[in-house]
């Protein structure tokens, strides 16, 4: 029987003729809701994007076998509850590590020499003469980058910071990266002293229980007052309430921020207000190629879920073990 697929984001347009090719493809517009779950309960497997899976959603999608996130992070699953339902989960770690790398460098270079904001004054007209101190930004080369979570993206930014930039690199992860270690000279301590001497913190951690609010204002009281912090994992990792008032009362310099608690950034945020952050729309991996790159990736994790030849890029390999 012809296997059925749910798309729930946009293709490119070859990726789709690859699935189509080993299967009936539906596309459907994930926003609505009930269009979505009904597509759900008659297909083999789901491929997309930024949108919550819930359980209630597959309760009824009783032929599902495998769904692909086109992301590395999986934050919008319930792992377990899929897992218990042998529904084998695919995402797409690698294709992405680099682009999201160079997202982290440009919101660190942007934040410490003030880009955007003086870009911003440039266009508005205000240059009418050689620039001063209040146009001064802080050096971003041998500084002391805090990188929480040194994994594939963070061990990228690492290589960046310790080769290009000759930045000192601190990390907390739950086990060692001898890579980084070795390779960029990364040294591994406890999140309070990284918090105490990093003159940027990046958060690169996945979003889970355990690192959801990891930073709060405890930790931002920590930091040094002239250290910015980077985000550009997830925005519930960081305490949002928390920061915009570290950055009002200046307890740190800035921020660079590409996640948010509530995205799209409420037009009523605090934090556009402030001339201190600089705030992008989720743009980590994107780019043409790696959009692509990652797009392709999920389609084949998909078909491969489906036909029982994955070997890589699963969430949950326990489901193929039962
Ligand atoms: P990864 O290779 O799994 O790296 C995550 C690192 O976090 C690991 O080194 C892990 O080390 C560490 N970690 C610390 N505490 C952890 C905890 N409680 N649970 C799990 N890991 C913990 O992942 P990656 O490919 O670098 O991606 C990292 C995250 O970046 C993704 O999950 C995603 O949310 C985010 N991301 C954002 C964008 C964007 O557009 N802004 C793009 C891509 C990815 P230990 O296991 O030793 O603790």
Redesign the pocket.
Known sequence: MTKKIVAYKALPSDVEAYLRAHAEVVNIDPKNHAAFVEALTTADGAIGASIKISPDMIEGAHRLKALSTI???F?QFDVQDLTRRGIVLTHT?DV??ES?AD?VFALILASARRVVELAEWVKQGNWKASIGEACFGVDVQGKTLGI???????GAVARRAALGFRMNVLY????A?EQAEKEYGAKRVELDELLAQSDFVCL?????P??RGLIGANELQKMKRSAILIN???GPTVDENALVDALKNGTIRGAGL??FEQEPLPADSPLLAMKNVVALP?????THETRHAMARNAAENLIGALNGTLTQNIVNPDVLAR
Not at 148 to 154: E, H, N, P, Q, S
Not at 172 to 175: E, H, K, L
Not at 282 to 286: E, L, M, T, W
């Open positions: 992301s590395v992070g934050d770690p992405l590590t999201t997202t929480v979570g040194l994994g594939r993206i963070g907390t992860n739950r086990s990266n690169q951690v996945p979003l889970t355990e690192t550009a994992s997830r590409d996640v989720h743009i980590g991996s994107a």
